[in-house]
C-alpha cells in the first residue's frame, strides 16, 4: 500500500534559496529515508532518519521527523542548479522487508 | 565500476512478446529488488529476493517472472507484453533484508521498456 505521501507535487526557486519538501505517512515506520532522482537515472540515496530521532542533518540537508504527526521534511538550504531533481521519501516499517516510496517532489532550482 | 547495473537501458517491442531484463550488483549484498516506475513517477515494489530466496512478490501479473540464479543477480522475465506494462523498471540492492542492514537500497539507471 501506498505510505509516503510528499508535498508538494512541485517546487520552483531562485537558485540560493532555501528549498522544503514534506513527506505524509500512515502507518508506523521504523525509519524514514530521502532519495533524488535526477531526470532520466536511478534513485540515490540522501539520508536516512531512525523512529526515535528527530532531526538529522548532512551537509546542506536538514531532515526531521515527527512521529506523532507521521510526517517528516527535507530542506536543503542554499540550493544550486545540480539540486535540480525528484526527491522522494520512502519508509520502511518495523519488522518489514519492504522500503515504500511516496509519489516524490520535482523541484526546479533556477540559476 | 557500477555497482547495480541494468540491460537493456532501453527496450522497445511489440505487444504480445517476451522480453527479459537483468540485473547484476557487485555490492556483495544480500537483497535485490524489481521497483516499476510508471509515468507519473510512482514507484512501486515488484519482487525482492534475499539470498536467492524470493522474499517480496506484490501483486502483479503472472506474466512476470522474477529469476535469481545466485545472490548478484536477479532477472526479471516478462511474458505477453501488455501496452499498460510501458514503464522504467528498476533493479536494486541492500544488505541483509530485515533490521538496520536493509536499510538502504542503491539502484540501478533503470531499463525503460516501451510496448508498442
Known amino acids: 500500500s501506498q505510505q509516503g505521501e510528499e508535498d508538494p507535487q512541485a517546487l520552483s526557486i531562485q537558485e540560493g534559496e532555501n528549498a522544503t519538501m514534506n513527506c505524509s505517512y500512515k502507518t508506523s515506520i521504523n525509519n524514514l529515508q530521502w532519495y533524488r532522482q535526477n531526470s532520466g537515472r536511478g534513485l540515490v540515496h540522501l539520508i536516512l532518519?531512525?523512529?526515535?530521532?528527530r532531526e538529522k542533518h548532512s551537509g546542506r540537508l536538514r531532515v526531521t521527523l515527527d512521529t506523532s504527526k507521521k510526517s517528516s521534511s527535507l530542506l536543503i538550504t542554499a540550493s544550486r542548479a545540480a539540486d535540480t531533481a525528484s526527491y522522494f521519501c520512502?519508509?520502511?516499517?518495523?519488522?518489514?522487508?519492504?522500503?515504500?516510496f511516496g509519489k516524490g517532489t520535482k523541484l526546479s532550482v533556477i540559476p | 565500476d557500477t555497482a547495480v547495473s541494468q540491460t537493456p537501458k532501453y527496450l522497445v517491442t511489440q505487444m504480445g512478446n517476451d522480453k527479459s531484463i537483468k540485473c547484476e550488483q557487485n555490492l556483495g549484498h544480500d537483497t535485490m529488488y524489481w521497483y516499476k516506475q510508471d509515468s507519473k513517477k510512482f514507484l512501486k515494489i515488484m519482487f525482492s529476493y534475499n539470498n536467492k530466496e524470493l522474499i517480496i512478490n506484490e501483486t502483479v501479473p503472472n506474466r512476470f517472472s522474477p529469476k535469481s540464479p545466485d545472490k548478484a543477480h536477479l532477472n526479471l522475465h516478462i511474458n505477453s507484453l501488455e501496452l499498460g506494462d510501458s514503464a522504467v523498471y528498476f533493479c536494486?540492492?541492500?544488505?541483509?533484508?530485515?533490521?538496520?542492514?536493509?536499510?538502504?537500497?542503491?539502484f540501478g539507471a533503470g531499463s525503460r521498456l516501451t510496448v508498442l
Open positions: 520512502a519508509t520502511r516499517g518495523a519488522g518489514s522487508y519492504q522500503l515504500t
Open positions: 536494486a540492492s541492500s544488505q541483509g533484508s530485515r533490521g538496520s542492514g536493509a536499510n538502504v537500497l542503491t
Open positions: 532518519i531512525r523512529s526515535n530521532e
